[in-house]
Nanobody, 119 residues
């Protein structure tokens, strides 16, 4: 019912910046949260950042102060701005949409985009 597509990943130098995008195929008026997760080789998937329907944002301690999650509601898009990147940020980043009620109620994931921080 809803498809998500991430974009913006790539190779970046330590200390650099990158912005990821997650675009939904359908306008969602009522949702619980949109979140960014990441999974590095040999590690479990971890929650990076979330934005809720009222605009509240939360972050993992490891990225707080460096990453910013935001919304462009009219374009059905959520962004993750990543600054001061370090090699430990290297991972596949995926977005997750949780819809509370209605026709599109459910839990949706995008295929992910690779972020590599390396010299």
């Amino acid at each position: 019912q809803v498809q998500l597509l991430e974009s913006g990943g790539g190779l970046v130098q330590p200390g650099g910046s990158l912005t990821l995008s997650c675009e939904a195929s359908t306008t969602i008026s009522d949702f619980n949260a949109v979140s960014w997760h990441r999974q590095a080789p040999g590690k479990e998937r971890e929650l990076v950042a979330s934005i809720f329907t009222g605009g509240t944002r939360t972050y993992a301690d490891s990225v707080k102060g460096r990453f910013t999650i935001s919304r462009e509601i009219a374009e059905n898009t959520v962004y993750l701005r990543m600054n001061s990147l370090i090699p430990e940020d290297t991972a596949v980043y995926s977005c997750n949409l949780r819809v509370q009620t209605g026709l599109y109620k459910g839990d949706y994931w995008g295929p992910g985009t690779q972020v590599t921080v390396s010299s």
